[in-house]
Nanobody
Framework: QVQLVESGGGLVHTGGSLRLSCAAS????????MGWFRQAPGKEREFVAT????????YYTNSVKGRFTISRDNAKNTVSLQMNSLKPEDTAVYYC?????????????????WGQGTQVTVSS
C-alpha cells in the first residue's frame, strides 16, 4: 500500500509556471507506475500525464504536450509535474495516483491509490 501527498499548487497568471510534487510513503514506490490527473469544477477527472516505474516511459494528454513534464525520483519516493505556459483551462484540482505494476494507464480506474489533490488556478 502507498500513501500519496501532493503539494505545489497555487495561483498563477496565464503563461506562468508551477511545479507539483507528490510524496509517497512506503518502500515499494519503484514498483508503481504513477500518474497525474486533474478535475475542474463540474467536470470529470481527466488524465494529464503518466510515467513508468523506472521513468523511461512517459505519456501526456494532447492538451499539455510540450508544456508539462512528468518526472520521478525513486530514491526520494517522489513524482513531479512541471507545468509551464499555463492557461486558464489548466485550472483544476490536480491529483497524483499510483498504479501497481509495469504498465502505465490513462484511465482513473486503472489506479489504486490517490492523493488528496492540490488546487491549481490560472488567472487570465
Amino acid at each position: 500500500q502507498v500513501q500519496l501527498v501532493e503539494s505545489g499548487g497555487g495561483l498563477v497568471h496565464t503563461g506562468g509556471s508551477l511545479r507539483l510534487s507528490c510524496a509517497a510513503s512506503g518502500r515499494t514506490f519503484s514498483t508503481y507506475a504513477m500518474g497525474w490527473f486533474r478535475q475542474a469544477p463540474g467536470k470529470e477527472r481527466e488524465f494529464v500525464a503518466t510515467i513508468s516505474r523506472t521513468g523511461t516511459t512517459t505519456y501526456y494528454t494532447n492538451s499539455v504536450k510540450g508544456r508539462f513534464t512528468i518526472s520521478r525520483d525513486n530514491a526520494k519516493n517522489t513524482v513531479s509535474l512541471q507545468m509551464n505556459s499555463l492557461k486558464p483551462e489548466d485550472t483544476a484540482v490536480y491529483y497524483c495516483a499510483a498504479r501497481p505494476g509495469l504498465a502505465t494507464g490513462t484511465q482513473p480506474g486503472a489506479y489504486d491509490y490517490w492523493g488528496q489533490g492540490t488546487q491549481v488556478t490560472v488567472s487570465s
